[in-house]
């Protein structure tokens, strides 16, 4: 179940307000679990740092402009579920993560999932480029992973 | 199933995303609907503004503090639900809404609920009384839909 | 606006619960207002029938195996939205939906989305093809809004 | 922040998804987090079961009659919160779970809740005692963790 290309993970449990009448995980939810797994890597990523303090001093917010998932089996209430989440690619302006969604218990593959982010600058409300300083950070640390995967 | 204390309604289909494991809304999600219901009071009582517009030049924020369900009868998808709103009280600085969800097509009455918001300065983020103007608004508008009712 | 090839629309306005503290619609709603649009259009392609009803004497289920949205413009709390929704593929199995997300005042493209559907045995849980008359319907249903829409 | 008569919590990280366009966490989703504590209460009161097994062979189901929330403070995006849980009131066929978030960093309380579940003969959808081994069970628990917070 772990991929050694994804570094990242965090594990829920499916919340009885996360099915649906099929009794299953409503699908879009596993866009809110991707969620959780991109928050998670930015913990990793800036460590010491909130949330509001990764934000601070920065002019530029970002914004979802793509999301697709490809449902593999479906998730029920109660389920311990493990998200994977790496940066798949960085573009110019752009930061695309991919996920893998699996089921703890039997390594069942549940969903896997893309999403691609653009910076906006704040002022312009227009697209611009992703601070070097933060893409080195990314290259960085998935390089770090990798190599971790590696030696592992 | 009409409720002549109840002066505006608001009408939803139940959306598969708000049915659970159980076949049966989310419980939750009835304050969802009563928010539904609460924003269309507004809009009756502001007619002609947009919600920016009547936020615009206000110096306060509401926020609600309480929040009470009653559950009466499950909805189910696809279910056509009509859900009542009225001020029940207004204080000082409180609005209290109270609300009826029924089944349209039964009149099976669903969930009946209850919500308090306060009014809170933007500057000092404390409570603040609600303006005169608007408390004189809902007492007109409340009285006016009594009246009809009564006439109607 | 409106677009010949979309035969199906359904309006919703923007509930606070659907927003986010970016102040824009959360990107995983969109799926919803998509499930929206979906049950309309099957509710006017079997007309007289209700959900259930058209589920009763089915030996099969559909599943959503993939969703994918583009993002194009955000919407905000209590904006009119349409979603419009036609069937964009029919496979052997598998039904694929195209969705587009527009606001109604200004007409702005606000998200277009796609969403592939699997019908599923009841009794073998394994894929099963789509029902002729089903398979019908649907081409018929199509085919009339298409010489509508070039009539219109 | 640790209460002793809350025997059981569960700590939940705000998601992006809960938050709305006043940047707090939208007042339904407390009774989400309600749930995944009375989750765990169960878990906690059944150990080696999961939550099939302790489903299979009942001939009850319950549903939640009851919910209210007294909000005390916002949440916000990636606040840690920590959820106390507890069976308030054991009825003939009603059981009171009473609640309490508070944000763990600074012990902020903000959220008391109460929720009533009734038990429902899954043969007659009518209200029907709980059985006498689940009420001697809660009622164990709650005294061994009663003892254990006077002994702690």
Redesign the interface.
Known sequence: MSDERFGVHVDV?V???E??????V????F??YC??AR?EYFRALYGEL???ERRHGRDY?T?????????RA?A???DSLRIWCRVAELGRSSLTFAYRVARITDEQLICEARTVQVAISRATRKSTPLPSEFVSRVRAFEDSLSAGSRSA
Chains 1, 2, 3, 4 share one sequence.
């Open positions: 449990r919340r009885f307000a099915t649906d009448a099929q009794g299953v409503y699908h879009a939810n866009l809110v969620e959780v928050t909130t949330a509001d917010d914004t979802i402009v793509h999301a697709a998932c490809d449902y479906p029920r209430f109660d």
